[in-house]
């Protein structure tokens, strides 16, 4: 493992993002089969956690950018669906929306 694939992890780790995660009850490749609108989509996210207030998803992003408008450019749509799909499971409870960026080595929300 290279050093920046470290930091990277690290950085993952130990943002309070993660805290709140740690909290929940963490599913990794969580699937899912869901009906929006008239469409089916269905699928894999790369990480859902299940805390008592909230939902928080996160989608891991391997590109390499050097800006998150970058990313939220190319998948913002993409975790729109997926906030979608959990608000149906869980209509009481907020969904956080994140990418986790390796390239950035950050959190990026997605409203």
Known sequence: IKDKDIQSIL???TNPIYAKIAKGEIHHEF???A???TEVIHGYMDMVAFTSEETILID???DRVDSKEVLLE???DQLRD???VLQQMRPNK???AYMYSL???SYVEVH
């Open 11 to 13: 950085a993952f780790y």
């Open 31 to 33: 699937p899912f089969y």
């Open 35 to 37: 009906l929006l609108g």
């Open 60 to 62: 891991f992003k391997t």
């Open 74 to 76: 190319l998948y913002t």
């Open 82 to 84: 997926y906030v979608r």
């Open 94 to 96: 907020p969904v956080k």
């Open 103 to 105: 390239a950035l080595k």
